[in-house]
Structures are given as structure tokens and as C-alpha cells.
């Protein structure tokens, strides 16, 4: 039932940052794009990731963001997906520790897309329901 690959259902249209990028930066692409995970690129290849959960508990005020990098805050420690990686790793992944959205990179260690717990709920609710407008 999950055995298709991420490549279907991820976000290939996706928003980073590179480390010196101020966490205004962030917070703005967060704010205007609706999302909740900004990778940080270096050189192509991923190098950390801003989530809103990191935002919030980095403890800086509004007037604070100009002044503080994406690298201050970033996790280094990047879970990633392959654009192979079965749908159903996705979902272990995101439920054995508690993740909501991973990079998908490619051999490069390049970003190619996104995928959220958005994104597999979406694909499971259209395969029960194929009908449904949403």
C-alpha cells in the first residue's frame, strides 16, 4: 500500500536558505510560503535544517531575528530521504521519531524535494478515497 516511492508524492518545489542567512530570512519564507521545514544549503548540498519547532525554542525575540544566523540554529544532523525511498519509510521514519517533514536528496547529497506527514496523509486519504474533492 506504501511501496510507491516518495518521488510521487514529494514537494519539488523547495525553499532554503544558506547558513549565513539571517532567521528573519527564515521566518519570512516560513511566514510566506506556509511551511514548517527550511533547508540550508551550502555549496548545493545540504548542510542543516531550520524547523518552526527550532524557531520557537531558539528563544529569540522578533526584534532579535536580523541579527542571528540560520547556522546558529540550524540541526546539523539531517535525517534525509532518496527520491527511491519507499512512502512507507517515510511514514516509519516520521513516526518512530516523531519528524514532520525530510529533505529528499539525491547521490550529490543535493535537495531534489521535500516530503511532510502532510503529504502522506494526503496520498493515504486519496487512495481510500479517490472520489473526494480534497
Do not use: C, Q
Not at 93 to 99: A, C, G, K, S, T
Request: charged residues 20%; negative net charge; aromatic residues 6%.
Amino acid at each position: 500500500m506504501m511501496n510507491e516511492t516518495v518521488a510521487t508524492i514529494m514537494k519539488t518545489e523547495v525553499y532554503t536558505v544558506n547558513p549565513t542567512n539571517t532567521l528573519a530570512d527564515v521566518f519570512g519564507l516560513m511566514k510566506e510560503h506556509k511551511i514548517h521545514h527550511v533547508p540550508v544549503i551550502e555549496n548545493n548540498k545540504l548542510v542543516g535544517i531550520i524547523t518552526t519547532y527550532d524557531m520557537l525554542k531558539s528563544n529569540h525575540k522578533h526584534d532579535e531575528l536580523a541579527s542571528v544566523n540560520a547556522n546558529e540554529i540550524m540541526t546539523k544532523k539531517v535525517a534525509t530521504l532518496e527520491p527511491s525511498s519507499k512512502i512507507g519509510t517515510a511514514a516509519e521514519v516520521f513516526l518512530e521519531h516523531r519528524f514532520h517533514g525530510l529533505p529528499v536528496v539525491n547521490e550529490n547529497h543535493e535537495v531534489v524535494g521535500m516530503v511532510t506527514t502532510h503529504d502522506v496523509l494526503s496520498y493515504e486519504f486519496r487512495k481510500e478515497y479517490p472520489h473526494n474533492p480534497w
